[in-house]
């Protein structure tokens, strides 16, 4: 997915809000962008980080730029838009491009399921099961190369483990993608000392028969492709 305009490089003054960061630009102006992440951003908004901003002239928005990527040393690249996920497996899950999830005739979002959550995804029709579909953001590198998921306690993220468990109960198929949206990353793992309950509900959604998919994004300032999977190591 291409980025809507050319990014414009800048340096992080602070992130607060959690929607909010100061930015400088390379002309030294100083001005207010979006943060489309929630999130802890572990590791990710360190006062003088560079950073990757995309304009806009939209007048309904309140704000000119959007934070879209961090860039560390060696030219890696880290993206930190929540939302670009699922909208990026969606175009592939659509496309039949993401291995293992491929063969459906129809894939629809946000459909709801379990204990009153909604999945990312269901594929269905193509002769085989339903197939419920969680899609996972994974940022945080603590250790070169092993990128984490979570980066905090996320309770909804243990539920929804249980969710997709109880769907391969009913006779469905059920997967869960971690899409990992830095380029230096070559492995994937449970951060188990950050949230216990997550990797406990992760251990039993895999014994139950979930599927765990990793996949990593190629990144650059112009955009965001799918790229090749990663190993998951426990």
């Not at 928005?61 to 879209?68: E, M, T, V």
């Not at 306690?153 to 899409?179: I, N, P, Q």
């Amino acid at each position: 997915m291409k980025f809507a305009a050319p990014l414009l490089p800048a340096r992080l003054i602070r992130r607060y809000k959690r929607f909010l960061a100061d930015v400088r630009l390379e002309d030294g102006t100083e001005v207010v962008a979006h943060c489309p992440n929630p999130g802890s951003m572990a590791g990710l908004a360190d006062p003088g980080t560079r950073i990757w901003l995309e304009p806009n002239d939209d007048p309904r928005k309140k704000l000119r730029f959007g934070w879209r990527l961090v860039e560390h040393p060696g030219g890696h690249f880290t993206g930190i838009d929540t939302a670009l996920p699922n909208r990026l497996v969606g175009a592939a899950l659509l496309a039949g491009q993401v291995p293992g999830l491929d063969g459906h005739d129809a894939v629809r979002a946000e459909v709801a399921y379990g204990q009153k959550s909604r999945v990312d995804f269901l594929l269905t029709g193509g002769g085989g099961p339903d197939t419920y579909v969680e899609v996972k953001s994974v940022t945080l590198m603590r250790r070169p190369g092993l990128a984490e998921f979570p980066d905090t306690v996320t309770t909804r993220g243990a539920r929804h483990m249980d969710d997709l468990a109880a769907m391969v109960a009913a006779g469905h198929r059920a997967a869960v993608l971690f899409l990992v949206q830095r380029t230096d990353a070559r492995r994937v793992a449970i951060a188990a000392d950050i949230d216990p309950a997550y990797a406990d509900a992760f251990e039993r959604a895999r014994a139950a028969g979930v599927a765990a998919i990793c996949l990593s994004c190629a990144i650059t300032p112009e955009g965001v492709t799918l790229a090749g999977p990663l190993p998951l190591v426990t």
